[in-house]
């Protein structure tokens, strides 16, 4: 991919990406995907996961300078580093006695809430380190959580080793 022949004006849009951690490579559909997302020149609202889509995605927007991007994290540093240009959205986590992922959930909520509609990079069979079957349970809460709130959520996922794309609205 060849970085953008210009960056166009920053749209009022924004779209949340959200994924699965194990992710390595994206497919040629998703690139597409994220090019045409640049070339409308739409704020990314991205999380700060070191491996997976969030790794990935940063890394892809690095290399094309695209400069929209949000990181949203729950520590004082990303898990990546990001580009310069990029903002960086710490969130503070209710206080009590949460769990790693349940402080995760607060974050992605604010990343839903800011998301105008979301993109979904979704591995939905795999198998996990014991051979029992397993699925993205953020990724698929992220979905719905974007539907809940009525807003679309294109989603990504492989089945039967070939990558498949399903728009989704919500219905009322």
Not at 157 to 169: L, N, R, S, T, V
Request: hydrophobic letters at 40%; one cysteine or more.
């Amino acid at each position: 991919m060849q970085e953008l022949s210009f960056i166009p004006k920053q749209s009022e849009k924004q779209v949340f990406l959200s994924g699965s951690r194990s992710f390595v490579a994206l497919t040629d559909e998703v690139y597409e995907s994220l090019q045409k997302i640049m070339q409308q020149g739409l704020g990314i609202v991205l999380g700060d996961a070191s491996q997976g889509i969030d790794a990935v995605v940063a890394q892809f927007l690095r290399h094309m300078q695209y400069p929209y991007v949000t990181v949203y994290t729950l520590s004082a540093r990303a898990g990546f580093k990001p580009d310069k240009r990029w903002q960086v959205q710490r969130i503070k986590a209710a206080q009590g006695n949460f769990t790693d992922q349940e402080r995760h959930m607060q974050k992605d909520r604010q990343m839903g809430d800011v998301a105008d509609w979301g993109l979904a990079i979704f591995d939905p069979i795999s198998l996990n380190r014991y051979g029992n079957l397993q699925v993205s349970a953020g990724t698929l809460r992220n979905t719905i959580q974007l539907l809940l709130r009525h807003k679309t959520v294109k989603l990504f996922y492989i089945f039967e080793q070939a990558a498949k794309c399903h728009e989704f609205k919500a219905a009322i």
